[in-house]
Protein backbone atom coordinates (compact mmCIF):
# COMPACT_ATOMS: atom_id res chain seq x y z
CA UNK A 1 0.00 0.00 0.00
CA UNK A 2 2.74 2.39 -1.16
CA UNK A 3 1.32 5.84 -1.25
CA UNK A 4 2.98 9.46 -2.31
CA UNK A 5 3.41 12.26 0.15
CA UNK A 6 0.78 14.71 0.22
CA UNK A 7 0.63 18.11 2.41
CA UNK A 8 -2.27 18.46 4.39
CA UNK A 9 -5.00 21.23 4.43
CA UNK A 10 -6.66 21.38 7.81
CA UNK A 11 -8.65 24.81 6.91
CA UNK A 12 -10.54 22.18 4.49
CA UNK A 13 -13.84 21.92 6.73
CA UNK A 14 -16.13 18.99 6.25
CA UNK A 15 -20.02 20.11 7.23
CA UNK A 16 -23.05 18.25 6.90
CA UNK A 17 -24.36 18.40 3.95
CA UNK A 18 -27.50 20.63 3.57
CA UNK A 19 -28.17 19.48 -0.03
CA UNK A 20 -26.42 15.88 -0.42
CA UNK A 21 -24.88 16.02 -4.31
CA UNK A 22 -23.98 12.84 -6.17
CA UNK A 23 -22.38 12.76 -9.69
CA UNK A 24 -23.13 10.14 -12.55
CA UNK A 25 -19.85 10.24 -15.19
CA UNK A 26 -20.17 9.03 -18.80
CA UNK A 27 -17.90 8.50 -21.37
CA UNK A 28 -19.93 10.21 -24.05
CA UNK A 29 -22.62 13.42 -23.99
CA UNK A 30 -25.73 12.02 -23.67
CA UNK A 31 -29.75 13.48 -23.96
CA UNK A 32 -31.70 13.19 -20.56
CA UNK A 33 -34.97 11.36 -20.83
CA UNK A 34 -37.69 13.50 -20.98
CA UNK A 35 -39.20 14.89 -18.13
CA UNK A 36 -42.49 12.64 -18.56
CA UNK A 37 -40.11 9.78 -18.71
CA UNK A 38 -37.98 10.64 -15.89
CA UNK A 39 -41.24 11.62 -13.83
CA UNK A 40 -42.92 7.85 -14.61
CA UNK A 41 -39.68 6.14 -13.40
CA UNK A 42 -39.72 8.18 -10.28
CA UNK A 43 -43.10 7.41 -9.43
CA UNK A 44 -42.46 3.57 -9.70
CA UNK A 45 -40.01 4.24 -6.82
CA UNK A 46 -41.49 6.72 -4.70
CA UNK A 47 -45.09 7.31 -5.35
CA UNK A 48 -47.13 10.49 -6.28
CA UNK A 49 -44.30 12.58 -7.25
CA UNK A 50 -44.60 16.34 -8.20
CA UNK A 51 -42.86 18.40 -10.66
CA UNK A 52 -41.58 21.36 -9.09
CA UNK A 53 -39.87 22.80 -11.97
CA UNK A 54 -38.65 21.80 -14.97
CA UNK A 55 -35.46 23.00 -17.14
CA UNK A 56 -31.55 22.51 -17.03
CA UNK A 57 -32.10 21.77 -13.70
CA UNK A 58 -35.08 19.91 -12.79
CA UNK A 59 -37.12 19.25 -9.55
CA UNK A 60 -39.32 17.14 -7.92
CA UNK A 61 -41.15 17.24 -4.98
CA UNK A 62 -41.34 13.58 -3.08
CA UNK A 63 -44.83 13.28 -1.28
CA UNK A 64 -43.42 10.12 0.70
CA UNK A 65 -41.30 11.94 2.31
CA UNK A 66 -42.25 15.29 4.13
CA UNK A 67 -39.91 17.56 6.03
CA UNK A 68 -42.04 19.67 8.81
CA UNK A 69 -40.55 22.89 9.77
CA UNK A 70 -41.10 25.22 12.78
CA UNK A 71 -44.28 26.37 11.91
CA UNK A 72 -45.75 23.01 11.34
CA UNK A 73 -45.87 23.13 7.58
CA UNK A 74 -44.94 19.93 6.17
CA UNK A 75 -43.16 20.04 2.50
CA UNK A 76 -42.06 17.12 0.19
CA UNK A 77 -38.50 16.58 0.28
CA UNK A 78 -37.24 17.84 -3.58
CA UNK A 79 -35.01 15.66 -5.57
CA UNK A 80 -32.75 17.14 -8.34
CA UNK A 81 -30.93 16.63 -11.78
CA UNK A 82 -29.34 18.55 -13.79
CA UNK A 83 -28.27 18.46 -17.74
CA UNK A 84 -25.14 17.20 -19.05
CA UNK A 85 -22.16 19.30 -18.61
CA UNK A 86 -18.12 18.92 -18.82
CA UNK A 87 -16.73 16.57 -16.27
CA UNK A 88 -13.22 17.36 -15.56
CA UNK A 89 -11.16 15.11 -13.64
CA UNK A 90 -8.39 17.49 -12.39
CA UNK A 91 -12.21 18.30 -9.93
CA UNK A 92 -10.86 14.90 -7.70
CA UNK A 93 -8.37 15.95 -6.23
CA UNK A 94 -4.40 13.26 -6.40
CA UNK A 95 -5.48 12.92 -2.37
CA UNK A 96 -8.75 11.85 -3.35
CA UNK A 97 -7.56 9.85 -6.44
CA UNK A 98 -5.77 8.10 -4.24
CA UNK A 99 -7.81 6.57 -1.91
CA UNK A 100 -10.04 5.37 -4.62
CA UNK A 101 -9.93 1.42 -3.37
CA UNK A 102 -13.02 0.09 -4.62
CA UNK A 103 -12.30 1.49 -8.35
CA UNK A 104 -9.01 -0.28 -8.88
CA UNK A 105 -8.88 0.81 -12.29
CA UNK A 106 -10.19 4.83 -11.55
CA UNK A 107 -7.30 6.40 -13.51
CA UNK A 108 -7.94 5.16 -17.05
CA UNK A 109 -11.93 5.63 -15.94
CA UNK A 110 -11.67 8.64 -14.94
CA UNK A 111 -9.61 9.54 -17.97
CA UNK A 112 -12.32 7.98 -20.41
CA UNK A 113 -15.36 10.13 -18.27
CA UNK A 114 -16.30 13.34 -20.16
CA UNK A 115 -19.51 14.35 -19.11
CA UNK A 116 -20.87 14.30 -15.86
CA UNK A 117 -25.19 14.60 -14.48
CA UNK A 118 -25.52 15.96 -11.17
CA UNK A 119 -28.15 14.38 -8.68
CA UNK A 120 -28.81 16.32 -5.60
CA UNK A 121 -31.49 16.86 -2.87
CA UNK A 122 -32.90 19.52 -1.51
CA UNK A 123 -34.94 20.68 1.31
CA UNK A 124 -34.23 17.46 2.76
CA UNK A 125 -31.97 18.13 5.81
CA UNK A 126 -34.49 18.06 8.01
CA UNK A 127 -35.40 14.31 7.36
CA UNK A 128 -34.40 11.91 10.18
CA UNK A 129 -30.81 10.78 8.57
CA UNK A 130 -32.06 7.33 7.55
CA UNK A 131 -35.18 8.61 5.73
CA UNK A 132 -32.81 10.77 3.65
CA UNK A 133 -30.49 8.35 3.11
CA UNK A 134 -33.24 6.03 1.66
CA UNK A 135 -34.33 8.29 -0.55
CA UNK A 136 -30.84 8.84 -1.37
CA UNK A 137 -30.29 5.58 -2.56
CA UNK A 138 -33.60 4.87 -4.22
CA UNK A 139 -32.73 7.93 -6.19
CA UNK A 140 -29.36 6.94 -7.32
CA UNK A 141 -30.70 3.38 -8.39
CA UNK A 142 -33.71 4.91 -10.28
CA UNK A 143 -31.62 7.34 -12.22
CA UNK A 144 -28.77 4.61 -13.00
CA UNK A 145 -31.82 2.49 -14.14
CA UNK A 146 -32.62 5.23 -16.42
CA UNK A 147 -28.65 5.88 -17.80
CA UNK A 148 -27.46 2.42 -18.42
CA UNK A 149 -24.42 4.33 -20.47
CA UNK A 150 -23.45 6.16 -17.14
CA UNK A 151 -20.30 4.32 -16.23
CA UNK A 152 -19.76 5.59 -12.74
CA UNK A 153 -20.76 7.36 -9.73
CA UNK A 154 -18.28 9.90 -7.59
CA UNK A 155 -19.71 11.21 -4.51
CA UNK A 156 -17.86 14.32 -3.26
CA UNK A 157 -18.55 14.19 0.07
CA UNK A 158 -17.21 10.89 0.68
CA UNK A 159 -14.76 10.98 -2.08
CA UNK A 160 -15.68 7.37 -3.17
CA UNK A 161 -16.07 6.28 -7.02
CA UNK A 162 -18.16 3.06 -7.86
CA UNK A 163 -18.66 1.39 -11.47
CA UNK A 164 -22.48 1.85 -12.06
CA UNK A 165 -22.65 -2.16 -11.61
CA UNK A 166 -21.46 -2.53 -8.26
CA UNK A 167 -23.85 0.29 -6.78
CA UNK A 168 -26.80 -1.84 -8.88
CA UNK A 169 -26.34 -4.74 -7.29
CA UNK A 170 -25.85 -3.88 -3.29
CA UNK A 171 -26.53 -6.60 -1.50
CA UNK A 172 -27.81 -4.30 1.38
CA UNK A 173 -31.40 -3.31 1.54
CA UNK A 174 -33.33 0.15 2.89
CA UNK A 175 -31.19 3.15 4.54
CA UNK A 176 -28.17 0.86 4.65
CA UNK A 177 -27.73 0.87 0.79
CA UNK A 178 -25.80 4.92 1.69
CA UNK A 179 -23.21 3.21 2.64
CA UNK A 180 -21.78 1.59 -0.13
CA UNK A 181 -21.50 4.93 -2.04
CA UNK A 182 -21.85 7.62 1.07
CA UNK A 183 -18.73 6.36 3.16
CA UNK A 184 -15.51 5.53 2.50
CA UNK A 185 -12.57 4.15 4.34
CA UNK A 186 -9.24 5.66 3.89
CA UNK A 187 -5.95 5.05 4.63
CA UNK A 188 -2.68 6.66 5.21
CA UNK A 189 1.23 6.02 6.21
CA UNK A 190 2.63 8.69 8.10
CA UNK A 191 5.95 9.30 6.51
CA UNK A 192 8.84 8.57 8.33
CA UNK A 193 6.92 6.18 10.59
CA UNK A 194 5.82 2.72 11.49
CA UNK A 195 2.17 4.33 11.91
CA UNK A 196 -0.52 4.58 10.05
CA UNK A 197 -3.97 6.13 10.03
CA UNK A 198 -7.64 4.50 8.87
CA UNK A 199 -10.44 6.88 8.67
CA UNK A 200 -13.73 7.07 7.45
CA UNK A 201 -15.09 9.89 5.47
CA UNK A 202 -18.93 10.64 4.65
CA UNK A 203 -20.37 9.88 7.76
CA UNK A 204 -20.29 13.62 8.61
CA UNK A 205 -22.26 14.32 5.38
CA UNK A 206 -25.18 13.01 7.42
CA UNK A 207 -24.99 14.30 10.72
CA UNK A 208 -23.14 11.09 12.30
CA UNK A 209 -19.62 10.92 13.59
CA UNK A 210 -16.85 9.41 11.20
CA UNK A 211 -14.51 6.81 12.54
CA UNK A 212 -10.47 6.72 12.58
CA UNK A 213 -7.76 4.67 13.87
CA UNK A 214 -4.13 5.64 14.61
CA UNK A 215 -2.13 2.28 15.21
CA UNK A 216 1.26 0.52 14.42
CA UNK A 217 1.49 -2.93 13.65
CA UNK A 218 -2.35 -4.30 12.56
CA UNK A 219 -3.04 -5.54 9.53
CA UNK A 220 -4.91 -2.16 7.71
CA UNK A 221 -7.18 -4.53 5.31
CA UNK A 222 -8.49 -5.86 9.04
CA UNK A 223 -8.64 -2.16 10.14
CA UNK A 224 -10.45 -0.98 7.38
CA UNK A 225 -13.03 -3.90 7.52
CA UNK A 226 -13.70 -3.40 11.16
CA UNK A 227 -13.94 0.32 10.24
CA UNK A 228 -17.19 -0.46 7.57
CA UNK A 229 -18.69 -3.10 10.62
CA UNK A 230 -18.74 0.59 12.94
CA UNK A 231 -19.56 2.49 10.54
CA UNK A 232 -22.34 0.66 9.62
CA UNK A 233 -23.32 0.09 13.45
CA UNK A 234 -23.02 3.95 14.02
CA UNK A 235 -25.77 4.04 10.83
CA UNK A 236 -28.19 1.95 12.43
CA UNK A 237 -28.12 2.77 15.46
CA UNK A 238 -27.82 6.57 15.36
CA UNK A 239 -24.22 6.84 16.93
CA UNK A 240 -24.82 5.23 20.64
CA UNK A 241 -20.99 5.07 21.42
CA UNK A 242 -20.25 7.39 24.18
CA UNK A 243 -16.47 8.80 24.73
CA UNK A 244 -15.37 6.46 26.97
CA UNK A 245 -16.85 3.62 25.84
CA UNK A 246 -15.22 0.82 24.54
CA UNK A 247 -16.45 -2.23 21.48
CA UNK A 248 -15.04 -5.19 20.24
CA UNK A 249 -11.83 -4.63 19.03
CA UNK A 250 -9.39 -7.63 16.34
CA UNK A 251 -7.28 -10.30 17.59
CA UNK A 252 -5.96 -13.26 15.35
CA UNK A 253 -9.20 -14.65 14.97
CA UNK A 254 -10.88 -11.24 13.76
CA UNK A 255 -13.21 -8.77 15.65
CA UNK A 256 -12.67 -10.46 19.19
CA UNK A 257 -15.48 -9.65 21.55
CA UNK A 258 -12.92 -10.23 24.35
CA UNK A 259 -10.77 -7.37 23.20
CA UNK A 260 -12.10 -3.82 24.25
CA UNK A 261 -10.64 -0.38 22.45
CA UNK A 262 -11.61 2.47 23.39
CA UNK A 263 -13.52 5.11 21.91
CA UNK A 264 -13.30 9.19 22.65
CA UNK A 265 -14.66 11.87 19.95
CA UNK A 266 -11.61 14.56 19.00
CA UNK A 267 -10.86 16.54 15.44
CA UNK A 268 -9.45 14.17 13.02
CA UNK A 269 -6.07 13.66 12.11
CA UNK A 270 -6.70 13.74 8.25
CA UNK A 271 -8.52 16.30 6.02
CA UNK A 272 -11.05 17.61 6.17
CA UNK A 273 -11.45 18.54 9.69
CA UNK A 274 -14.55 17.56 11.17
CA UNK A 275 -15.14 15.54 14.38
CA UNK A 276 -14.59 12.15 15.14
CA UNK A 277 -14.72 9.11 17.36
CA UNK A 278 -11.16 7.60 17.33
CA UNK A 279 -11.05 4.07 18.45
CA UNK A 280 -7.65 3.29 20.68
CA UNK A 281 -6.52 -0.15 18.96
CA UNK A 282 -4.81 -1.01 22.69
CA UNK A 283 -1.28 -2.22 22.59
CA UNK A 284 -1.67 -1.25 18.66
CA UNK A 285 -2.25 2.44 19.44
CA UNK A 286 -0.01 5.37 17.95
CA UNK A 287 -0.09 9.04 18.89
CA UNK A 288 -1.22 10.05 22.77
CA UNK A 289 -4.48 10.17 23.66
CA UNK A 290 -5.88 11.95 26.98
Known amino acids: MAQESYKQNLHEKAEFQR ?94 CRYKLMLSDFMASGLDYKCRCEMLADWLETMLRLFPDCTAVWTPSSGKLLRRKKILENPVGGAGRFLLFGVNARFFNIEGTEDMIVDTLGLYAVGLPDIQYHFHGLDPNKVVNHAYNVASYIFENDAPIKSGETIDGISEIGIDRGVRWKCQYEMGLIQPSREVMDICPGEYASGTRE
Open 19 to 112: TFQIQLLFEENGVRPSTENILAEMEKTFGKVDLISAGSLTAFGIRKYPVEYKDHQAVPAQLLISDFEPFDKNSITALEKSQLWDCPDAEPLLDN
